[in-house]
């Protein structure tokens, strides 16, 4: 497969919201009429979130790149379904959502295939960059101990920016169920960073 476009999104936010929903609309009737411009200008400011959601939901980049992939190809030929009266991202991420939960289940099915191997840097990270570093670690590791749904809505909410309503229309569940699964997903994510703190 061809790899993906390059992020251009920056922070983490809502991507095209720049755009009119109309805008939009008009980018996907030049890409069902073969316009290959119009594809990576619709696409591109969806890319960074899109890694973002499926790594995730994945907690591997590799597999969240993969699935972002996928999500790409499978909007692509599922383009002339899109309902245009709508904005493209919530649709775009519900894609890539199911492609991550799919790649997940599939990959709970495999044997695993090996241990991964961490290698030592000898350079000491200075105080700042180091307590940042294991942060992040830290942060990653609290998330990837969520439940996937806890995480999927946590980050949607949190880190994209979509409302509780477009995070349900894209999970296919009420917003109260979204709105709960944030909650829960911030009061377990303060546990487990509290836990870390005591240490």
């Known amino acids: ?100 939960i799919d790649r997940r289940r599939r990959r709970r099915v495999r044997v695993a295939g090996g241990l991964d191997e961490e290698v030592a840097d000898d350079d000491p990270l200075p105080d700042a960059e180091t307590e940042r570093v294991v942060l992040g670690e830290r942060l990653e590791a609290a998330l990837e101990q969520l439940p996937a749904r806890y995480r999927t809505a946590l980050v949607l909410f949190d880190v994209e920016g979509y409302s509780h309503g477009e995070i349900a229309e894209m999970l296919g569940v009420a917003p109260g169920t979204v709105r709960s699964a944030v909650f829960h997903a911030r009061r377990r994510l303060r546990r487990l960073l509290a836990d870390w703190r005591v240490r």
């Not at 922070?11 to 316009?35: F, H």
């Not at 591109?44 to 959601?53: E, I, N, Q, W």
């Open 1 to 100: 497969m061809s790899p993906l476009p390059p992020d251009s999104d920056g922070p983490p936010g809502r991507p095209g919201e720049a755009r009119s929903a109309e805008e939009e609309s008009a980018l996907v009737a030049r890409v069902l009429a073969g316009d290959h411009e119009a594809l990576g200008q619709l696409v591109a400011p969806y890319v960074g979130s899109l890694r973002r959601l499926a790594r995730a939901i994945l907690g591997d980049v590799d597999d969240a790149d993969d699935a972002a992939q996928d999500a790409l190809l499978l909007a692509l030929v599922k383009l002339d379904q899109f309902d245009r009266s709508r904005r493209f991202g919530p649709w775009l991420m519900r894609i890539v959502t199911n492609a991550a």
